[in-house]
């Protein structure tokens, strides 16, 4: 079976969906032959000694071999929370909503008495950039540790042999910028979506809604939501937590997806350096000048060269596009770059 930490927003249900599609296809196989390999694979990794079960729905296969968890934080949204558990219902996933919030103050205090007191703060409450992004990868890492507790734990609990593999979210434009926290939840054993694009996502969230109607609403509302790493507090007067967090990941990238999409097509399946990537996109992006696209040429690379070596240690992926960077493949490159780029 499989566990998947289970945000709420596009990568993770976008994961989530892929898992919920399986099921469907293993059930409507199943069902059409009892007695076929796919009826009996099926009872064989449900562990149902009945020579003719077979699952009586998605619902039912998921409910066995599909776990999904919600792990907050205080600075997680009741909105993102809601979803992911709409989604699991929906797709039938043993699903569990965890606080780590103990972990991380456990942590911290460690550091604090290591350190004769020193505890770091969020940006927003006097702390400095170091200790904010410290902060939200000691979340994020924490998640990475909880999911592979659980993983090993959840079939011993609900009365079974064996574990879970855990399945990884991270797209292919967080990898090229680096926007992911090393040995956060985009480690897993397996990242179903770890060679497509965010734009791609997006676009699969809207087929599997049509495809699959008991989605349609949830999916619906993850693809219109601005995608959050929801690691910072909520910190603005007329924020709650019943609304959408206000850290976006775009503002925290300085570029969008749809930038991004473009940036990884020309280096992966164009081979594009910076110069070639800026000439081609000067004749793409005509509204902008050639000074505002050079910005963002150099932004990206910049940003790509100084994350490079999280590429070293991606989960292995499903390739589906030529645009993914993932090393593990067939990317050879090196993963040490001069971030000045002095030779391009």
Not at 102 to 126: C, D, H, N, Y
Request: a neutral charge; hydrophobic letters at 40%; charged letters at 20%.
């Amino acid at each position: 079976g499989f566990f998947l930490p289970l945000s709420g927003g596009a990568d993770s249900s976008a994961t989530a969906a892929i898992v919920g599609a399986m099921c469907h296809m293993v059930t409507e196989k199943a069902q059409a032959d009892p007695l076929g390999e796919v009826a009996r694979e099926c009872r064989r990794v449900c562990r149902k000694e009945d020579e003719v079960w077979i699952p009586s729905s998605p619902q039912e296969l998921a409910g066995i071999i599909f776990h999904t968890a919600f792990m907050g934080t205080e600075n997680s949204s009741e909105v993102t929370n809601a979803r992911a558990k709409r989604l699991g219902a929906a797709i039938g996933s043993y699903h569990l909503s965890i606080n780590i919030d103990i972990m991380v103050t456990a942590i911290l205090k460690v550091f604090e008495l290591t350190m004769g007191g020193f505890r770091p703060q969020f940006a927003s409450r006097g702390g400095t950039t170091t200790e904010d992004l410290a902060l939200q990868n000691i979340q994020a890492r924490l998640r990475m540790v909880t999911a592979y507790l659980f993983a090993q734990m959840l079939p011993l609990v609900r009365g079974n042999k064996g574990f879970l593999l855990v399945l990884g979210s991270a797209n292919v434009d967080e990898g090229l910028r680096g926007y992911m926290t090393k040995y956060d939840c985009s480690s897993a054993d397996l990242n179903p979506i770890g060679a497509i694009s965010k734009g791609d996502l997006k676009r699969m969230l809207a087929w599997a809604a049509k495809r699959y109607p008991a989605y349609d609403t949830v999916l619906t509302e993850v693809s219109n939501a601005p995608p959050t790493a929801e690691l910072r507090p909520l910190e603005h007067e007329n924020e709650t937590e019943h609304a959408e967090h206000s850290q976006t990941d775009e503002e925290d990238m300085g570029m969008t997806y749809e930038e991004l999409g473009f940036f990884g097509r020309l280096r992966k399946i164009s081979r594009c350096g910076p110069v070639s990537m800026f000439r081609s996109l000067v004749v793409t992006w005509n509204h902008l000048s050639p000074r505002e696209v050079g910005v963002k040429v150099k932004r990206f690379f910049y940003y790509y060269s100084l994350n490079r070596h999280k590429m070293c240690t991606i989960t292995p992926a499903y390739h589906a596009e030529a645009y993914s960077p993932d090393d593990n493949r067939f990317d050879l490159r090196q993963f040490i770059y001069n971030t000045s780029w002095t030779r391009q």
